[in-house]
């Protein structure tokens, strides 16, 4: 599962190379990371099409959850990477910089959507949402 979470991230790396040895090496965080991203977009997804059931502009509330997934991931992500900087448990030499915890949440938004959406294309079919955020897919 880890190496599955290292690949993903892997190609979207947009931060420095201490931050990603930090996540890879030091901490299991791609794995803490995907592990949140996955769950926290199969909770939402669901609270979606199973128990909230938007019966008008469903199209904008599809957009107002994922909304709320990627603010749930983007701070987690966030949080992750600046409690080393913040309580100094890395070296000098290996810190990476506050710009770098920023492109990795945003790496992490883009991979909750496409969780979030794999999840809409799963649940869809059973739900009175069913053509929400894909009319005939």
């Not at 201490?18 to 791609?30: C, I, P, R, W």
């Not at 938004?109 to 649940?123: D, K, T």
């Amino acid at each position: 599962m880890e190496s599955l979470f290292n690949t993903i991230y892997g190609w979207t790396i947009w931060y420095s190379q201490e931050l990603d040895n930090y996540l890879y090496e030091a901490v299991q965080g791609y794995l803490h990371n995907g592990l949140v991203m996955v769950i926290t977009s199969f909770v939402i997804c669901m609270l979606f099409y199973y128990v909230f059931k938007p019966v008008r502009r469903q199209i904008f509330w599809w957009f107002m959850y994922f909304a709320i997934d990627a603010i749930i991931n983007f701070l987690f992500a966030i949080y992750y990477t600046m409690t080393p900087l913040v309580n100094n448990e890395i070296s000098s030499e290996d810190s990476w910089t506050n710009l770098d915890c920023i492109f990795f949440g945003i790496s992490d938004i883009l991979w909750a959507f496409i969780a979030f959406a794999i999840f809409s294309l799963l649940f869809k079919w059973w739900s009175p949402c069913k053509y929400v955020p894909f009319v005939k897919f």
